[in-house]
Protein backbone atom coordinates (compact mmCIF):
# COMPACT_ATOMS: atom_id res chain seq x y z
CA UNK A 1 0.00 0.00 0.00
CA UNK A 2 1.44 3.29 -1.09
CA UNK A 3 1.60 6.15 1.84
CA UNK A 4 -0.14 9.22 1.05
CA UNK A 5 1.57 12.19 1.32
CA UNK A 6 1.73 15.42 4.20
CA UNK A 7 -0.57 17.24 1.82
CA UNK A 8 -3.29 17.03 -0.68
CA UNK A 9 -1.34 19.10 -3.28
CA UNK A 10 -1.27 15.66 -5.30
CA UNK A 11 -5.18 15.71 -5.78
CA UNK A 12 -4.68 19.04 -7.61
CA UNK A 13 -1.80 17.98 -9.57
CA UNK A 14 -4.16 14.93 -11.13
CA UNK A 15 -7.28 16.89 -11.23
CA UNK A 16 -5.25 19.35 -13.48
CA UNK A 17 -4.06 16.37 -15.21
CA UNK A 18 -8.05 15.04 -16.51
CA UNK A 19 -8.60 18.32 -17.14
CA UNK A 20 -5.72 19.02 -19.81
CA UNK A 21 -6.30 15.16 -21.37
CA UNK A 22 -10.30 16.19 -21.66
CA UNK A 23 -9.34 19.52 -23.28
CA UNK A 24 -6.62 17.60 -25.68
CA UNK A 25 -9.56 15.16 -26.33
CA UNK A 26 -11.32 17.50 -27.42
CA UNK A 27 -9.51 19.53 -29.40
CA UNK A 28 -7.57 16.30 -30.64
CA UNK A 29 -11.36 15.41 -32.30
CA UNK A 30 -11.37 19.05 -33.67
CA UNK A 31 -14.77 19.89 -31.41
CA UNK A 32 -15.43 23.16 -29.09
CA UNK A 33 -16.93 22.76 -25.50
CA UNK A 34 -20.52 23.37 -26.77
CA UNK A 35 -20.52 20.29 -28.73
CA UNK A 36 -18.99 18.24 -26.21
CA UNK A 37 -21.45 19.97 -23.28
CA UNK A 38 -24.50 18.99 -24.99
CA UNK A 39 -23.73 16.13 -25.94
CA UNK A 40 -22.50 15.38 -22.63
CA UNK A 41 -25.67 16.71 -21.05
CA UNK A 42 -24.18 18.60 -18.87
CA UNK A 43 -23.60 22.70 -18.19
CA UNK A 44 -20.85 24.86 -20.62
CA UNK A 45 -19.84 25.68 -16.67
CA UNK A 46 -19.25 22.21 -15.70
CA UNK A 47 -17.04 21.28 -19.02
CA UNK A 48 -15.18 24.42 -17.92
CA UNK A 49 -14.68 23.21 -14.83
CA UNK A 50 -13.78 19.74 -15.66
CA UNK A 51 -11.13 21.03 -18.32
CA UNK A 52 -9.88 23.63 -15.47
CA UNK A 53 -8.98 21.19 -13.28
CA UNK A 54 -11.54 21.69 -10.52
CA UNK A 55 -13.64 18.82 -8.82
CA UNK A 56 -16.62 17.21 -10.93
CA UNK A 57 -18.01 14.25 -10.11
CA UNK A 58 -17.80 10.68 -11.60
CA UNK A 59 -20.68 10.83 -13.22
CA UNK A 60 -19.44 13.91 -15.21
CA UNK A 61 -16.44 12.63 -16.51
CA UNK A 62 -18.44 9.62 -17.58
CA UNK A 63 -20.53 11.73 -19.45
CA UNK A 64 -17.55 13.76 -20.92
CA UNK A 65 -15.97 10.14 -21.97
CA UNK A 66 -18.95 9.01 -23.43
CA UNK A 67 -19.49 12.45 -25.29
CA UNK A 68 -15.74 11.73 -26.21
CA UNK A 69 -16.12 8.53 -27.49
CA UNK A 70 -13.27 6.94 -25.26
CA UNK A 71 -12.90 5.03 -22.41
CA UNK A 72 -12.56 7.18 -18.75
CA UNK A 73 -9.12 5.76 -17.96
CA UNK A 74 -8.20 7.45 -21.38
CA UNK A 75 -8.77 10.77 -19.77
CA UNK A 76 -7.98 9.69 -15.85
CA UNK A 77 -4.32 7.81 -17.03
CA UNK A 78 -3.02 11.01 -18.67
CA UNK A 79 -0.62 12.35 -16.52
Not at 16 to 21: K, M, P, S, T, V
Not at 24 to 47: F, K, M, P
Not at 66 to 75: K, M, Q
Amino acid sequence: MHALPDDDSWIADHRRAIGDAIRRERLHQNRTQDDVWLCAGISRYTLQRAEGGQDVTLSTLLRIARALNVPLSHLVEAE
